[in-house]
């Protein structure tokens, strides 16, 4: 089976925002870390962890086709935030713009009646909802608990609760 060029380079420039997303995401851990947020950095440790994972999924998918994927190079990522909420907008920002790509590169795949990748893509469009809506109740609770130093002290508890739900999901 065969796909086109315009899939593939579609497919290699999605392996190179996953990267991206997982280094950006590795950044947000250490500086979470560094700045006190425990909760917040193994919560993006495990998301960076998740994107990599992300990352390979598409490699698999392009050599077991006979495609060979490209590892990219990273940007370096942002490593300074003002607050706990601007790291989750961020998040929220960047997971938004990966969703564009891959409704992007399942419209090339009905197009071109690509119908495994079509499949194949169907995972990560039902993970972007999944990410997207867990980013958006996160960034919600600043404006339900609030954002003094104990609201933040909460939502920091609430991440480290999530950090630890999705390690055991992926286990
Ligand atoms: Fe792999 Fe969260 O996008």
């Given at each position: 089976m065969k796909i086109s060029k315009t899939m593939?380079?579609?497919?290699?420039?999605?392996?190179?925002?996953?990267a991206n997303a997982s280094n950006s995401?590795?950044?947000?851990?250490?500086?979470?870390?560094?700045?006190?947020?425990?909760?917040?950095?193994?919560?993006?440790?495990?998301?960076s962890d998740e994107e990599?994972?992300?990352m390979l999924k598409i490699v698999h998918y392009l050599?077991?086709?006979?495609?060979?994927?490209?590892?990219?190079?990273?940007?370096?990522?942002?490593?300074?935030?003002?607050?706990?909420?601007?790291?989750?907008?961020?998040?929220?920002?960047?997971?938004?713009?990966?969703?564009?790509?891959?409704?992007?590169?399942?419209?090339?795949?009905?197009?071109e009646r690509d119908h495994s990748t079509y499949?194949?893509?169907?995972?990560?469009v039902n993970e972007q909802v999944q990410e997207e809506a867990k980013f958006e109740t996160l960034i919600q609770k600043f404006e339900l608990i609030g954002r003094d130093k104990l609201a933040i002290n909460e939502i920091d508890k609430i991440l480290a609760a999530d950090a630890?739900?999705?390690?055991?999901?992926a286990a």
């Amino acid at each position: 089976m065969k796909i086109s060029k315009t899939m593939q380079s579609a497919l290699n420039n999605q392996i190179s925002l996953e990267a991206n997303a997982s280094n950006s995401y590795l950044a947000m851990a250490s500086w979470c870390e560094f700045t006190g947020y425990e909760g917040g950095a193994s919560f993006f440790y495990a998301q960076s962890d998740e994107e990599r994972t992300h990352m390979l999924k598409i490699v698999h998918y392009l050599n077991n086709l006979g495609v060979a994927a490209v590892i990219p190079a990273t940007k370096i990522p942002a490593s300074n935030y003002k607050s706990l909420e601007s790291v989750l907008k961020t998040a929220l920002s960047s997971e938004q713009a990966v969703t564009s790509a891959i409704h992007k590169m399942v419209e090339i795949a009905q197009k071109e009646r690509d119908h495994s990748t079509y499949a194949f893509l169907e995972w990560f469009v039902n993970e972007q909802v999944q990410e997207e809506a867990k980013f958006e109740t996160l960034i919600q609770k600043f404006e339900l608990i609030g954002r003094d130093k104990l609201a933040i002290n909460e939502i920091d508890k609430i991440l480290a609760a999530d950090a630890t739900v999705s390690a055991d999901t992926a286990a």
